[in-house]
């Protein structure tokens, strides 16, 4: 007699374990391939916790550089110059909001077998699948928008290039780096995270110099504010900078490289080390944008400001901050920080790559080279970086970056209630679905994102119509265009919330189990389909490539 570990649910949201005694197979190839799946499960279940802790690092620290790339660091530098330590709530808030979204993305991908992408192709209708797609390919390409300025201010301050010329060469640049992870990825990414990192440390030396006043600190922290002017669109931008769509599709995908055990407790055990994961990575990214944005406050609200320094805190951009650590680095400063923004646009690059071959794969079932996906997107993310950095130089490059961390705000929803509604239903999770207080807690984030962001659309272009400059046929003929596109945002957003998800891909682990053993005893190949089927065995074959840490 084995005993075979299942699933039962106990009430909203609980999930306790039964055990099931189950004859063993008939035949001796298949009693051998019985005991040798049981007995490696037990044995996972048995190692120490750190020990099976470990197993599951990698996912949550790949998507946390994310939260620290060039997109972040030039909404930091903006809401610390333009609000002082007002904003600092949106950067708790976002994190707090980044945590959970995060984990149910990495518990849909552990309890279903199948990423987010995939989830969306079979429960939405064909038009409404590919307007998901195409939103989440515009996703990446807005979050690869930074990455390209950051790479091009990183050139322009080390070797003096133009930022145009620097915006052409990032076309190769990632290409270059993809190719150098022949030669190690593991060390290539430990590389990136310790220059990012150095960064990091730079600003807290610098945040130990200036010595920001703690109080005013935690009021920014703890109570919320949208005072002053542009603060609504910065909140936005900082918002959009930290919780990224593609981040979504990404999580739930690369933690389908890992094999937790075929059973309840097993699964548990995987949501518990992912969450953990994810905490630690998004507190130290806390700690860090908490730093930025201090600093940034603190030296550009200084009343000894030169001249100079207050004209770069007027309109402060990735290319104009090297000061802010002059009192840490001195002359080398901006060496120091280039290198960093450097490698900080390249890390971010590469979980974008990633993210866009899952999402093409999981809507199309398309798949692509990594050198060809990473191309594709970064020649589109060019094309606008190239002609505001020609038009606009610097000045307009930063504010394209706080451009395209708006979009990802605005799009955030349609990758975020697709993700709510699966992982809080029984049609996708089964029992492992949302408690009742995550899926309230995350709903009224949710909701408040959106109503902020349709006030803000709102209001920001009624104010532009009221004071436009432009001929009246023009303005009339804009907003002819843009008032539609608006309803189409606000119908199409509740059309998601409200519409009742059908297709069921959650598969009962008793009725696997009782149909697996019945076709063993007569010689079926039970446990083969058993084996395939998404919601029993999470672990991906395709996915087993992904460069994480075993």
């Known amino acids: 007699m084995a005993s075979l570990q299942l699933p039962q649910q106990v009430g909203e949201g609980s999930i306790v374990a039964i055990n099931v005694e189950?004859?063993?197979?008939?035949?001796n190839i298949s009693e051998e391939l019985y005991d040798h799946h049981h007995h490696k499960d037990q044995k996972h279940?048995?190692?120490?916790?750190?020990?099976?802790?470990?197993?599951?690092?990698?996912?949550?620290?790949?998507?946390?550089?994310?939260?620290l790339d060039p997109g972040n660091l030039e909404t930091d530098l903006q809401a610390g110059a333009n609000h002082r330590y007002e904003l600092l709530w949106v950067i708790l808030i976002g994190l707090i909001f980044a945590l959970i979204i995060q984990s149910?993305?990495?518990?849909?991908?552990?309890?279903?077998?199948?990423?987010?992408?995939?989830?969306?192709k079979v429960e939405y209708p064909k038009i409404v699948k590919y307007c998901l797609w195409l939103l989440a390919e515009i996703s990446v390409i807005a979050a690869d928008i930074p990455e390209v300025i950051g790479t091009a201010f990183a050139l322009n301050i080390l070797f003096k290039i133009p930022l145009w010329a620097g915006v052409l060469i990032t076309g190769c640049s990632t290409l270059l780096l993809l190719g150098l992870q022949r030669?190690?990825?593991?060390?290539?990414?430990?590389?990136?995270?310790?220059?990012?990192?150095?960064?990091?440390?730079?600003?807290?030396g610098e945040l130990s110099h200036v010595k920001p006043p703690p109080a005013d600190v935690l009021k920014g922290m703890f109570i919320p504010k949208l005072k002053g002017q542009g603060a609504t669109g910065d909140a936005i931008a900082l918002f959009g900078a930290l919780v990224m769509p593609h981040n979504l599709f990404l999580h739930s995908a690369l933690v389908l490289s890992r094999k937790p055990p075929n059973s309840v407790r097993g699964i548990n055990d995987a949501c518990r080390y992912f969450l953990l994961e994810s905490g630690f990575a998004l507190f130290i990214a806390l700690l860090i944008n908490v730093a930025i944005i201090?600093?940034?406050?603190?030296?550009c609200s200084a009343h000894n400001l030169s001249q100079d320094d207050l004209g770069r805190c007027s309109d402060l951009s990735l290319g104009s901050a090297t000061f802010l650590l002059k009192n840490v680095l001195g002359k080398s400063s901006s060496t120091v920080y280039a290198i960093a923004l450097l490698a900080s646009g390249q890390s971010s690059t590469i979980t974008g790559t990633y993210a866009g071959q899952f999402i093409m794969q999981g809507f199309l079932d398309l798949k692509?080279?990594?050198?060809?996906?990473?191309?594709?997107?970064?020649?589109?993310?060019?094309?606008?970086?190239l002609v505001v950095s020609i038009i606009g130089?610097?000045?307009?490059?930063?504010?394209?970056?706080?451009?395209?961390?708006?979009?990802?705000?605005?799009?955030?929803?349609?990758?975020l209630i697709p993700l709510l509604k699966?992982?809080?239903?029984?049609?996708?999770?089964?029992?492992?679905?949302?408690?009742?207080?995550?899926?309230?807690?995350?709903?009224?984030?949710?909701?408040?994102?959106?109503?902020?962001?349709?006030?803000?659309?709102?209001?920001?272009?009624?104010?532009?119509?009221?004071?436009?400059?432009?001929?009246?046929?023009?303005?009339v003929l804009i907003g002819i265009i843009v008032f539609p596109i608006m309803a189409v945002y606000i119908v199409a957003v509740i059309y998601l919330m409200f519409r009742k998800d059908t297709v069921v891909t959650f598969v009962d682990p008793t009725k696997i189990a009782h149909d697996a053993q019945a076709q063993l005893e007569t010689g079926g190949n039970g446990a083969k389909e058993a084996q395939s089927e998404p919601g029993l065995v999470p672990y991906r074959q395709d996915l087993a490539d992904i460069p994480l840490p075993e």
């Open 45 to 67: 279940l048995q190692e120490p916790g750190w020990k099976k802790f470990l197993s599951y690092v990698g996912p949550g620290f790949l998507v946390s550089m994310a939260y």
């Open 183 to 204: 030669f190690g990825v593991r060390k290539l990414e430990l590389l990136i995270a310790v220059l990012v990192f150095v960064m990091a440390a730079c600003f807290f």
């Open 22 to 27: 189950m004859e063993p197979p008939s035949s």
């Open 393 to 415: 130089g610097s000045a307009g490059a930063g504010r394209l970056i706080i451009i395209a961390s708006m979009i990802l705000s605005f799009e955030l929803p349609f990758a």
């Open 294 to 299: 201090s600093v940034s406050g603190t030296v």
């Open 368 to 385: 692509m080279r990594k050198w060809m996906r990473n191309l594709m997107t970064r020649c589109v993310a060019i094309a606008p970086s």
């Open 422 to 475: 699966f992982s809080s239903g029984t049609t996708k999770m089964g029992p492992h679905k949302n408690s009742i207080y995550i899926i309230v807690v995350s709903w009224i984030l949710g909701l408040g994102l959106i109503g902020i962001n349709i006030y803000y659309l709102s209001t920001a272009f009624v104010g532009w119509i009221i004071h436009s400059t432009l001929p009246k046929f023009a303005t």
């Open 104 to 120: 149910l993305a990495a518990n849909l991908g552990v309890a279903t077998g199948r990423h987010l992408s995939e989830l969306c």
